[in-house]
């Protein structure tokens, strides 16, 4: 078992930025690869970010390319979120996510432990 634990959302005025973390507990974090994901209301669950175990290697959806940046400290088990120039169509539930393996992971059934989520909401 993984134990996910977001921190860091919050409410915040269109340009600004937020860091998100994610501590991790109960297995070799730098076993699995880590992603984000969030979900607005009325809508699916979407891929946010991804890295893979050893933090070398990281993917993100369009509409956060150059505005987002996902890293992770495996020492700390913790996996991170910066996020910056903000717009209002960036809120939602962000969801740290953890999957067993060496790739780089894009798909929600990929994953096999999430977190409870944390509110990230912008204002225009």
């Known amino acids: 078992q993984v134990q996910l634990v977001e921190s860091g959302g919050g409410l915040v005025q269109a340009g600004g930025s937020l860091r998100l973390s994610c501590a991790a507990s109960?297995?070799?974090?730098?076993?699995?690869?880590m992603g984000w994901f969030r979900q607005a209301p009325g809508k699916e669950r979407e891929f946010v970010a991804t890295?893979?175990?050893?933090?070398?290697?990281?993917y993100y959806t369009d509409p956060v390319k150059g505005r987002f940046t996902i890293s992770r400290d495996n020492a700390k088990n913790t996996v991170y979120l910066q996020m910056n120039s903000l717009k209002p169509e960036d809120t939602a539930t962000y969801y740290c996510a953890a999957a067993r393996g060496k790739g780089l992971y894009t798909l929600p059934q990929q994953y096999g432990y999430w977190g409870r989520g944390t509110q990230v909401t912008v204002s225009s």
């Open positions: 890295i893979i175990w050893s933090g070398r290697s990281t």
């Open positions: 109960g297995r070799t974090f730098s076993d699995y690869a």
